[in-house]
Each structure stands twice: as structure tokens, then as C-alpha cells.
T-cell receptor
Framework: LAKTTQPISMDSYEGQEVNITCSHNNIATNDYITWYQQFPSQGPRFIIQ???TKVTNEVASLFIPADRKSSTLSLPRVSLSDTAVYYC????????????FGKGTSLLVTP | GAVVSQHPSRVICKSGTSVKIECRSLDFQATTMFWYRQFPKKSLMLMAT?????????EQGVEKDKFLINHASLTLSTLTVTSAHPEDSSFYIC????????????FGPGTRLTVL
């Protein structure tokens, strides 16, 4: 199983861009990289997924270098409501689903 | 997006009793659902994979007789915590996969279990 490593916590001010990097050195060829957001006492919510290069949606961008050993979630102009824990997952070898949550990154956005 | 519900959202029970938690996919059918447990300030830990019409697959270290999973229909999976003890107090979260292009999980809102 590909293990992920993220910073434990990050702080940001409102309006800034936040980049959260995740390391996954032993990612498998078929693994996708998926990011989830979790607010306290709620289930996680899907943010974005990618395989290589760059993916962008209405919420975030995901940058993946050619070697795919890391990925960076980019949140543009964060607001207070973006305060949450962000998890990076890579696909499970057996099922193809990304099921193993690492420790995540706790993002605190302040005024 | 797809909606997954859980019931109850919060339950308090006495030690030794059993508690059933329901997970429903409201607007789609899910042949596979997942159950997680999350302790305070910790990450989600996968407990088991619930497969419709067959036995659940449990992760290493999770007692199948302690955490009974039944996936009787394409929209409902239940987790029963049998003979609950205080150490079973946790946040239990289920998820389902819609099967779209991302195979992302749609999570329920979670169930807070407190065993006295």
C-alpha cells in the first residue's frame, strides 16, 4: 500500500493561496491521487483527483510532477470556511479504491 | 453529488449493549460500502468493506464478531457494534462508491457512539 506523508498542520490568512504537499514515494503505476476535505464531526468530502500533470476544478488545483512521487493541492484565495483537515490518498493495490487515510493536514485559516 | 445518510447521528448506550448503525445511499445503488472508525484528533481507519449479498471483508485487527456488517440491499449497509464497551466509543463513518470517473467515496455524516 502506498503510504502518504503530509505536513501535520498549516496556517494561512484569508485570501491567500494555500499549497499542501503530499509525498507518496511508492505510488503504484495504476494509482490515482485523491484529496478529501473533512470538517469536525462530519464525513470527508471529495475535492479532486488526478493521475499526472495538472488537474483543476472549481474548488482546487492538483499538481503532480512527472515522477508522481508527490502531489500538491492548491487552494486559491482561501476563506475561513476552508479551515479543515485535508487528506491525500493514493489507490489501494487490491481494490483500486483509495481507502487508506494518512494523518492529514490540519489547515487553519484566520482573518 | 451522491448522498449517503447515516442513522443515528448520535447514540449513547450502556456497556454490554449492542448498537446498530445504518448507512444508506439515497440516490444511487452501491454494491460496495465501507465502514471507518475515527477517534478524536485522529485519522479515519478503515474497518471493513461491505459487499451487497456477500460477507464483509474486515481489515486486520478488526473483530468480525464484534462489528457485524450486513449489506442486505443495494442501498443499505448496517454496522452492529455488539456488546459495546467504553473503548468502542468513537465516530463511525460509512462511505459508498458511485462508480463514476473518479471512483471517489461519498461519505455519510458519521455516527457518534458513546458507550458509558
Amino acid at each position: 500500500l502506498a503510504k502518504t506523508t503530509q505536513p501535520i498542520s498549516m496556517d494561512s490568512y484569508e485570501g491567500q493561496e494555500v499549497n499542501i504537499t503530499c509525498s507518496h514515494n511508492n505510488i503504484a503505476t495504476n494509482d490515482y491521487i485523491t484529496w478529501y476535505q473533512q470538517f469536525p464531526s462530519q464525513g470527508p468530502r471529495f475535492i479532486i483527483q488526478g493521475y499526472k500533470t495538472k488537474v483543476t476544478n472549481e474548488v482546487a488545483s492538483l499538481f503532480i510532477p512527472a515522477d508522481r512521487k508527490s502531489s500538491t493541492l492548491s487552494l486559491p484565495r482561501v476563506s475561513l470556511s476552508d479551515t479543515a483537515v485535508y487528506y491525500c490518498l493514493v489507490g489501494d493495490d487490491n481494490s483500486g479504491y483509495a481507502l487508506n487515510f494518512g494523518k492529514g493536514t490540519s489547515l487553519l485559516v484566520t482573518p | 453529488g451522491a448522498v449517503v445518510s447515516q442513522h443515528p447521528s448520535r447514540v449513547i448506550c450502556k456497556s454490554g449493549t449492542s448498537v446498530k448503525i445504518e448507512c444508506r445511499s439515497l440516490d444511487f445503488q452501491a454494491t460496495t460500502m465501507f465502514w471507518y472508525r475515527q477517534f478524536p484528533k485522529k485519522s479515519l481507519m478503515l474497518m471493513a468493506t461491505s459487499n451487497e449479498g456477500s460477507k464483509a471483508t474486515y481489515e486486520q485487527g478488526v473483530e468480525k464478531d464484534k462489528f457485524l456488517i450486513n449489506h442486505a440491499s443495494l442501498t443499505l449497509s448496517t454496522l452492529t457494534v455488539t456488546s459495546a464497551h467504553p473503548e468502542d466509543s468513537s465516530f463511525y463513518i460509512c462511505s459508498a462508491i458511485l462508480g463514476g470517473p473518479y471512483n471517489e467515496q461519498f461519505f455519510g455524516p458519521g455516527t457518534r457512539l458513546t458507550v458509558l
